[in-house]
């Protein structure tokens, strides 16, 4: 045995118990969504705008939104059925490794397919200048999407885990970040986050103003990461009414329904879930200043990497400690080219480093301070986009029991470690 394992063997883990948490659950049933998709995009407003022969791309970003895949098919089949010719453009500034091959893979994992939806995906880093913002700073998109007779911007709305404002994570920023690839992710990220309350609508509006956007698609989910809604905008509706949506998204969200915890135990993270591996609007960990939420945990452990991230683990730096096993599933140069873009380098940073699952969740407990020992408060989740089934610590469960939203599920139990320390 090791000295961090020796220094370790005594800290007492508490029995964990299964609950669930209640959420609203209105959602779009999967099979509805071709119909609504051809519906929004045949408002009159903006079906007039698609005349036959047309090139129309159709933005996909790097997130891990619900149903992308047949979103984005639904989009061109509808367009198709206009006589439109339809491609789509990976819109993400530097993810992907900041490459073109990288950002066509990020999709393709979300199963944004050529063969699957039907028309051809264009992927480059090369952008074009297109105008200038009201204050004179030039403002270039994505080449391909540049040369189209039309552009559809398809993307999620909701809090951004960095800044607030009107508009934070939706069609402004996909626009002024996504379709300005790893050149407009720089140029905006370069003051810091304290300024994206400016710039995103900046720059977005300059697009608006000098692209061929046709309309927005604006994608909101409920707290089971399901669409619930699916909202076609003109351009000048997505200036007026984002901001409305963002408000309706955020009241949508899960979230821990507790107000703290001593630990925060997290099995993985990734890009896919969150641009910051974990969403800080859970987690309560956030990379700048100039956001806030979620619940107060005074440690955080997470313990492995998503298979989706592609050794991605921006964000890795929110945690406290994490395993040997997320360290190793780690691609430098998948993670940095976040940090290097968006300037936000403590992201990155590495946290303790521990041999298996149980010694991450130990030495996160011993380090927390002024905590009731006999009683410790441990919060188990597997990503921050699983928010109904969690397991809370025997010291929680006459919080749990008093609150209506929440349900016990089952007996307290050990940690389930297997031989080697691990919960997986």
Not at 181 to 195: C, P, R, S
């Amino acid at each position: 045995m090791g000295m961090v394992a020796d220094l370790l063997r005594d800290v007492q883990l508490p029995k964990m118990v299964p609950i669930a948490q209640r959420f609203d659950r209105t959602h779009i049933e999967k099979e509805a969504i071709p119909a609504l998709v051809r519906e929004q995009l045949s408002r009159p407003e903006i079906a007039c705008s698609f005349k036959p022969g047309m090139e129309v791309a159709i933005t996909v970003g790097s997130r891990g939104i619900a149903n992308i895949a047949l979103i984005t098919k639904s989009i061109a089949d509808t367009l198709k059925s206009f006589g439109v010719t339809p491609f789509v453009v990976p819109a993400m500034g530097s993810h992907g490794g900041a490459t073109a091959e990288g950002q066509r893979g990020v999709i393709e994992a979300y199963g944004v397919t050529e063969d699957y939806i039907g028309c051809e995906i264009r992927s480059s880093m090369e952008t074009v200048q297109i105008g200038q913002t009201a204050n004179g700073r030039p403002v270039r998109i994505d080449k391909f999407a540049s040369e189209a007779d039309g552009i559809i911007v398809c993307g999620r709305v909701k809090p951004h885990t960095g800044y607030r404002g009107p508009y934070e994570s939706g069609i402004m920023k996909m626009m002024a970040i996504g379709l300005g690839k790893q050149y407009g992710a720089e140029i905006i990220h370069a003051d810091g986050f304290g300024h994206f309350k400016e710039y995103i609508p900046l720059y977005g509006n300059a697009i608006l103003d000098n692209a061929k956007v046709i309309c927005g698609l604006a994608l909101l989910e409920n707290a089971y990461d399901q669409t619930r809604q699916i909202v076609s905008l003109t351009p000048q509706e997505i200036r007026d009414k984002e901001p409305e949506l963002l408000m309706r998204a955020k009241s949508y969200m899960p979230r821990i329904l507790f107000d703290d915890c001593d630990v925060l135990v997290v099995d993985r993270m990734g890009k896919n879930i969150s641009g910051d591996g974990m969403d800080p609007n859970i987690s309560g960990r956030f990379p700048t200043p100039y956001a806030d939420g979620g619940i107060n945990a005074q440690r955080v452990a997470v313990l492995a990497l998503t298979e989706e991230s592609h050794g991605n683990a921006c964000g890795i730096g929110l945690a406290d400690c994490t395993t040997r096993r997320l360290f190793e599933q780690m691609e430098l140069e998948q993670t940095y080219p976040n940090a290097i873009t968006n300037t936000v380098v403590g992201e990155m940073k590495i946290p303790m480093i521990m041999e298996n699952d149980r010694l991450a969740v130990q030495v996160a407990l011993k380090s927390c301070n002024e905590i009731d020992r006999a009683r410790p408060r441990i919060i188990h989740i597997h990503t921050t986009l699983e928010m109904e089934r969690i397991e809370i610590s025997e010291g929680m469960l006459e919080e749990a029991a008093a609150n209506p939203d929440i349900e016990i599920l089952g007996e307290a139990a050990p940690f389930p470690f297997d031989e080697n320390g691990n919960l997986f």
